[in-house]
């Protein structure tokens, strides 16, 4: 069986109706989610694939024959408050309570603005990481490279065109000369 990942990525711009309708129409129905206020949009993946990086090239061309820019990549997933619970290995109860400050935790992140069924909000599990890392573990563990390396590989497609000698700063990368 082909693993699903799940992640978000982040456009230049917020998407038109037109565009997140060819999205919605992809066999793998991404959730688009439209930013104004920041003038971008998130398009929000469950893609099925051999490796994460095949997932992430895929969607990113996808993104990019629809008319829209992927400039960054944001790993994980959204999660429920039991998901989010069961990761960190606490209760829903106990999470549910910390979140909405009764347990003297004020300022946690707000659900995300996406429609759901059934009783649950949505958190975006980066928000949550965050959170969770400056208040209770500085220990959870960071992004897997892969979805570091997606996000520096988009930065460097955006500032390429005005970069000289860009073939012999790409040498940097060659795999025979990492440590």
Do not use: H, Y
Not at 32 to 55: K, M
Not at 85 to 106: C, H, I, K, Q, V
């Amino acid at each position: 069986m082909t693993p699903v990942f799940q992640f978000r990525m982040v456009v230049d711009t917020p998407p038109t109706e037109a565009q997140a309708v060819a999205l919605v129409a992809l066999p793998d129905s991404p959730a688009v989610e439209i930013a104004p206020e920041e003038q971008t949009g998130v398009v929000w993946f469950d893609r099925s694939a051999s490796l994460l990086a095949e997932a992430l090239v895929t969607a990113a061309r996808d993104l990019e024959r629809v008319g829209l820019r992927p400039i960054r990549v944001e790993p994980r997933d959204p999660v429920t408050i039991p998901e989010a619970a069961a990761r960190l290995g606490r209760s829903a109860e106990w999470f549910r309570d910390w979140l909405a400050g009764t347990r003297g935790e004020p300022g946690a992140p707000k659900p995300l603005p996406m429609r759901v069924t059934g009783p649950e909000k949505l958190f975006s599990w980066d928000d949550l990481t965050e959170w969770v890392r400056e208040r209770l573990d500085p220990g959870l563990p960071d992004d897997p490279p892969v979805l570091n390396a997606a996000g520096l590989v988009l930065r460097l497609r955006r500032c390429a065109s005005g970069v000289d000698g860009l073939p012999v700063l790409l040498g940097l990368i060659a795999i025979e000369q990492l440590p």
